[in-house]
C-alpha cells in the first residue's frame, strides 16, 4: 500500500474510532465496524503501519489507544510470521516513539503508558533474552532519558513479572529464562526502585506532580518484585529502609510503603529465610518509622487513616507470629522484640476488633510457645494482657450504635448489627481461649482479677441505660449493667477452668475459700431483672464445682435460686419481657442440669419434691425446654438410688404422661400416613396452624424427653441387668411409635407436590444448619420466629430427637434391640423409607445418626438376618445419590456456572460418611463377633477373609464391598468424575 493509500486507511480507522464511542453510533453500526476492523488486524502488515501511524501524539487519546491496541494484536498473533528486519524496526519504532513522541511525563495518559509498556513486554516475551540480549541496557538507557521514559519502563518492569513470574502466563522453559534474565538485572533495577524515593526523601517535595507519579509506580513495581526477589538482595540493597523512611517523611505514600513490607513479612520460606525476613524488618531505621507510623493511626480519624492503621499492625503481627515460629530453634529474638510485644499488647485494647482480632490469634500462637511465655518480657506483659482482655469481652461497637468509640471504627468494617455480631461471636470465642491460656500460665493473677471484678459488678448499681438514652426500667442487650455482667461471666468462667482441672493445686486451693465467698455473693443477689439474673446464673456455674457436702446452705439456697428461675410464669409472645425471661430460664435450666450432673447425691433428697414439680409441669401443659430438661435432671438423680424398684417407680411416673399420649390411638392414626400427620400437625394449612400448636408441643415435649430418658438412663451391663429390665419395660413400647414417627417424617417429602411454596419451605434445612455444615458459626439473632421458621424447627427438631432416642437404645440396650427377627425390611420400610424423595442432608442424617451404630453393635451371629439384608439395598442407593451429586456440580462447571458451595461441601460430606459406614461395615472385630472391648476403639480392617465372614457362601450380600470401598474412595479423591458405581 502507497503513502496515499495509508493515509486514507489511517484517516477512516481514527473517524470511525471516533464514531463507535460517540453517544450517536447504534449498536448495529458499531457491531458493523467492529467486524471491519476485525477483518482488517488478519493483515498484520497494515495493522503495524496503521497502528505506528494512530499512536502519533497530535491524535486523539482514544484513536492512540486503539493504535497500541492493533500493534499489539499483531505482535501476539503474527510475531512469528512477521520477518527478522521487521521485527527489528518494530522494537526500534517502539522505543522511539517512548524516548520521542510521546507527550510530557504529565500530560501523557496513565492507560496510554500503560498500553506503550505491553508493547515492550508482548516483544519481551517472544524474544528476550535469546534474541534481544541488550534489551537490560537498553531498557537502563531509555530510563535515564526523561521522566515519562523513566516511569514507562517501570510500567514495562511491572507488566513482565506480573505476567510471567506471578501470573505464570508463559510455559515453563520460557518463564525461567526470562526470570533468570531478570535476575542478572535486579543490581540495576534495584538502583532504579531506589532513585525515585531517594529523590523523594532528600526533596520531600509532595507537591511535585511529576515526581509523585514516578514514585507511585516506582513503588507499585517494586511490590510486585518484592515477591519473588532473594532476600538477600533485599537485605543488601537496603530498599525496605527507603520505604519505611517514606512513612514518615511522605505521608501521601504511606500505603504503598506499607504494601511493600507486607508483601516480604508475608513471603513462605524456610527458616533460614524467615530469619533474613526478621533482620530486615527489625532494624532500627525500618522498625521505627513502622512503630510511628502505627502509634500516628491510632485514632483513625477517617478511614484511610484506619485501612493504614490495619497495614501497619498487620506487618506488626506478621513479625511476631514469624518470631514464634523460630522459638523452638536455637534462636534468640532481635533486639526490639521487648518494644515489640510491648506494643502488640497494648495494640490488643484498641478499639476497632478488627485491629485487635488478628492480635488475639498472633498471641495464642505466640503463648504456645514455652520459651517465649516463660520469658521475663513476655511473662510480665500477661496481667496488663488479662485487664485490656476484659474490656475486650464487652459487647459493644454495633455499627448502628453510638455508645462507644468502637462503633465509630465498626462503620468502617462491617456493613450492619448481623454482619458485627456474625464476626464478634468469633472474636470472643478467641479472646476466651487467650484468657484461658494466660490463666494457666498465671492462674493467680487471673483469679484476682476475676474475683475483684466480679466484686465490683456486684456492688456496682444497675445501670439499665447508656447516656443519652430514654429511660427505661429494665436492662437490655445494650445496657450497661448487662454488657460487664455477661462479659464477666465469661471472663470467670476462663479463669476458673485452672483451678477446676487442677484441684489438688496450692493455686486451688487457695481459691476455694474465695470461690465460695464469691459463689455466696452471686446467690445471695437480687433483681426483678431477668436478663441479669441470666447472667448471674451463667457466672454461678462454673463456680459451683467448690461444693461440697458441708457447704449445704449455699447449696440449698443455690438450688432454690435456680428452682425459681426455672419456674418463670409463660409470657405473651407479644410481652418485651419475653425474650429476657426466656433466655433467664434456659440458663437456670442449664445450669441446674449442670448441677444434677456434678452433684447428684447432694440432689438425691430432692428428688420426691422435683418429680412432683414435674408432674405439675406435665399437668399444666408446662414449657417444652423447661419441663424436658428438669425431666432429665430427675433421670440423673435416679440413676444414684441403690432401690431398683425405687427407679423404676419414679421413671414410670416421669414417663406415664408421656407415653399415654405418646401411645394414643389419636396420634397413633396420625402418624400412619403423611397427610394426617400434616394436617394433625397443622403444617399442611397454616390456617390452623395455631389451632394445632398444642400438638406440636404435646409432640416436641415427648420426644425431647424421651429422648432425654434414654441418653441419661443407666446402660444394661449384660443381659437380665436391671437396667435392661427397666429399658424393657419403659423404652422399648415406645419403639413402634418411634419407627413410625421417622416414617412418616420422611414420607413428608414424598408429597412436597402437594404444599404450598411456603409449606415446602419448611422441610429444607434452614440457614443456621447449612452454615453448620460448612463449618461456620451461626450469626446470633434476637428476631422474633416467624411461624415458617417455627414450624422448620419443629419438623427437623423432632426428627432428630427421635433419631437421639433410637440411637441411644441401640447403644445401651442393643440385645434388646437385635433380639427379635429381622429387622431389615422394617427399617427399610420405616427408617429408609421413600429414600429417593429423600434429601441428601436427611440421608447423611440417617448415616451418621443410627446407621453406623447398627452396624458396629449388631451381634454377628445375627448378621444373616439383619444386616446382609438391609446394607446392599442402603448403599446401592447411597452411591448412586453420590454420583449423581458429582455429575450435577460438573455439569454445572461445564456450563461455567457457579457451583453453589453448599451443596458441594454437602455432597463432600456424605461421601465421606459413608466411607466411614463402610469401613465400619469391614471392621475386623465386628466380622470376629468379640466381646470384649467396644468396636469404635478396634482399627478397621479390610482384607478379605473379613468380608468373607461378612458374606457367608452363596448370600451374595457383600460381594462388592471392596468395590465399593474402592468407588467412595475414588469419589472422595476425585469429587467430579463421572462415573457410575457399577450395580
Known amino acids: 500500500m502507497n503513502a496515499n493509500g495509508l493515509h486514507q486507511t489511517v484517516e477512516n480507522l481514527a473517524e470511525k474510532i471516533q464514531f463507535i464511542y460517540s453517544p450517536d453510533c447504534s449498536n448495529e453500526a458499531r457491531s458493523s465496524i467492529y467486524k471491519e476492523i476485525e477483518t482488517m488486524k488478519s493483515d498484520y502488515i497494515l495493522s503495524l503501519r496503521a497502528g505506528f501511524e494512530l499512536i502519533r501524539k497530535e491524535n486523539l487519546d482514544v484513536v492512540r489507544n486503539f493504535g497500541y491496541q492493533l500493534i499489539e494484536d499483531a505482535i501476539k498473533y503474527f510475531w512469528n510470521d512477521i520477518p527478522l528486519s521487521e521485527k527489528v524496526s518494530i522494537k526500534e519504532g517502539v522505543f522511539r516513539h517512548i524516548s520521542q513522541e510521546m507527550k510530557s511525563l504529565q500530560d501523557e495518559k496513565i492507560y496510554l503508558k500503560t498500553s506503550v509498556s505491553k508493547l515492550v513486554v508482548e516483544i519481551m516475551k517472544r524474544e528476550f533474552p535469546q534474541h534481544w540480549p541488550t534489551l537490560g541496557t537498553e531498557l537502563e538507557q531509555l530510563a535515564a532519558t526523561n521522566a515519562l521514559c523513566a516511569q514507562v519502563v517501570l510500567l514495562i518492569l511491572k507488566q513482565v513479572s506480573e505476567d510471567v513470574i506471578v501470573l505464570r502466563l508463559l510455559d515453563g522453559v520460557r518463564r525461567k529464562e526470562i526470570q533468570q534474565a531478570l535476575v542478572e538485572n535486579l543490581h540495576w533495577l534495584m538502583a532504579l526502585f531506589q532513585r525515585p524515593i531517594q529523590l523523594m526523601l532528600q526533596t520531600k517535595a509532595e507537591n511535585d506532580e511529576e515526581l509523585n507519579q514516578l514514585l507511585s509506580t516506582c513503588l507499585q513495581t517494586l511490590n510486585v518484585y518484592l515477591e519473588w526477589i532473594h532476600l538477600k538482595l533485599i537485605e543488601e540493597t537496603g530498599i525496605l529502609r527507603f520505604c519505611s523512611l517514606l512513612l514518615h517523611s511522605a505521608p501521601a505514600y504511606r500505603a504503598a510503603s506499607l504494601g511493600c513490607l507486607m508483601t516480604v513479612v508475608e513471603r513462605k520460606g524456610t527458616h533460614e529465610e524467615k530469619k533474613t525476613i526478621i533482620k530486615c524488618v527489625t532494624e532500627m531505621d525500618v522498625f521505627e518509622p513502622l512503630v510511628a507510623c502505627c502509634l500516628s493511626c491510632s485514632p483513625a480519624p477517617d478511614e484511610s487513616t484506619f485501612h493504614l492503621l490495619l497495614s501497619a499492625t498487620s506487618i506488626l503481627v506478621s513479625v511476631g507470629e514469624l518470631i514464634g515460629d523460630l522459638s523452638n530453634e536455637d534462636y534468640a529474638p532481635p533486639a526490639v522484640f521487648p518494644q515489640l510485644v510491648t506494643l502488640l499488647a497494648e495494640l490488643v485494647g484498641h478499639p476497632s476488633h478488627s485491629v485487635s482480632f488478628p492480635l488475639l490469634t498472633m498471641w495464642l500462637d505466640l503463648l504456645d510457645k514455652t520459651a517465649l511465655a516463660k520469658s521475663p518480657v513476655v511473662n510480665g506483659l500477661l496481667p496488663q494482657l488479662l485487664q485490656t482482655l476484659q474490656n475486650k469481652l464487652l459487647k459493644v461497637g454495633l455499627p448502628s450504635r453510638h455508645d462507644s468509640v468502637s462503633c465509630r471504627f465498626s462503620q468502617f468494617e462491617f456493613d450492619d448489627d448481623e454482619a458485627f455480631l456474625t464476626f464478634f461471636a468469633t472474636f470472643r470465642n478467641d479472646a476466651g481461649l487467650l484468657v484461658k491460656k494466660i490463666a494457666n500460665l498465671i492462674p493467680g493473677e487471673a483469679l484476682r482479677q476475676a474475683i475483684f471484678w466480679a466484686e465490683q459488678v456486684l456492688a456496682a448499681p444497675i445501670q439499665t441505660i447508656a447516656e ?516
Request: charged fraction near 20%.
Open 468 to 983: 443519652g438514652e430514654p429511660p427505661a426500667s429494665l436492662c437490655t442487650q445494650y445496657s450497661p449493667s448487662y454488657l460487664q455482667w455477661d462479659s464477666m461471666a465469661t471472663f470467670l468462667e476462663c479463669a476458673v477452668q485452672y483451678p477446676r482441672k487442677n484441684k489438688n493445686t496450692k493455686v486451688a486451693e487457695a481459691f476455694t475459700p474465695q470461690g465460695l465467698r464469691l459463689l455466696g455473693q452471686l446467690v445471695s443477689f437480687t433483681t426483678g431483672d431477668a436478663l441479669l439474673l441470666s447472667t448471674t446464673m451463667s457466672a454461678i456455674s462454673p463456680l459451683t464445682y467448690l461444693l461440697s457436702a458441708t457447704e449445704s446452705v449455699l447449696f440449698n439456697s443455690l438450688v432454690d435460686k435456680l428452682l425459681s428461675a426455672i419456674d418463670i410464669p409463660h409470657m405473651k409472645p407479644n410481652d418485651p419481657r419475653r425474650y429476657s425471661c426466656r433466655l433467664l430460664q434456659s440458663h437456670a435450666c442449664s445450669s441446674f442440669l449442670n448441677l444434677c450432673t456434678a452433684h447428684p447425691l447432694l440432689l438425691l433428697p430432692r428428688l420426691d419434691d422435683l418429680v412432683s414439680y414435674i408432674m405439675t409441669l406435665l399437668n399444666q401443659a408446662g414449657e417444652s425446654l423447661q419441663t424436658s430438661i428438669l425431666i432429665e435432671a430427675a433421670v440423673i438423680l435416679t440413676n444414684e438410688l441403690t432401690d431398683t424398684q425405687s427407679q423404676r417407680d419414679h421413671l414410670t411416673q416421669l414417663l406415664g404422661p408421656l407415653a399415654n399420649w405418646w401411645r394414643s390411638p389419636e396420634f397413633s392414626q396420625a402418624i400412619t400416613r403423611p397427610e394426617l400427620f400434616a394436617e394433625y400437625m397443622g403444617i399442611m394449612d397454616w390456617n390452623t396452624a395455631l389451632a394445632k400448636a398444642g400438638n406440636r408441643k404435646q409432640c416436641h415435649l415427648c420426644l425431647r424427653s424421651m429422648d432425654s430418658i434414654a441418653r441419661r438412663l443407666k446402660a444394661a451391663k449384660t443381659s437380665g441387668d436391671p437396667y435392661d429390665i427397666i429399658a424393657g419395660e419403659l423404652l422399648r413400647p415406645l419403639l413402634d411409635n418411634i419407627f413410625r414417627y421417622i416414617r412418616v417424617s420422611n414420607a413428608l417429602y414424598s408429597i412436597r407436590g402437594q404444599m404450598t411454596v411456603e409449606v415446602a419451605a419448611t422441610l429444607e434445612l434452614s440457614e443456621n444448619e447449612k452454615l453448620q455444615i460448612l463449618g461456620l458459626n451461626a450469626p446470633p439473632s434476637n428476631r422474633v420466629k416467624s411461624d415458617a421458621v417455627r414450624m422448620q424447627h419443629f419438623v427437623h427438631d423432632t426428627f432428630g430427637f427421635a433419631l437421639q432416642f433410637l440411637n441411644s437404645f441401640v447403644v445401651k440396650y442393643g440385645a434388646m434391640f437385635f433380639s427379635g427377627p429381622s429387622l431389615a425390611e422394617p427399617l427399610l420400610k420405616t427408617l429408609y423409607y421413600e429414600l429417593e424423595s429423600l434429601p441428601l442432608a436427611r440421608i447423611r442424617l440417617l448415616i451418621r445418626g443410627i446407621t453406623r451404630n447398627i452396624v458396629t453393635r449388631c451381634p454377628v451371629e445375627r448378621y444373616n438376618d439383619h444386616l446382609i439384608p438391609l446394607l446392599p439395598r442402603l448403599l446401592e442407593h447411597c452411591f448412586r445419590r453420590i454420583n449423581e451429586g458429582w455429575l450435577k456440580i460438573q455439569q454445572v462447571r461445564d456450563s461455567e456456572e457457579e457451583v453453589d458451595v453448599f451443596e458441594e461441601e454437602l455432597v463432600r460430606l456424605f461421601a465421606r460418611d459413608l466411607l466411614d459406614l463402610v469401613v465400619s461395615v469391614c471392621v475386623q472385630r465386628a466380622a470376629r463377633g468379640a466381646s470384649e472391648g467396644d468396636a469404635d476403639m478396634m482399627e478397621p480392617k479390610c482384607d478379605g477373609e473379613t468380608l468373607s465372614e461378612l458374606a457367608p457362601t452363596g448370600s451374595g450380600g457383600f460381594d462388592g464391598v471392596r468395590d465399593i470401598a474402592t468407588q467412595i474412595r475414588s469419589c472422595e479423591e476425585r469429587p467430579c468424575a463421572n462415573s457410575r458405581v457399577p450395580s
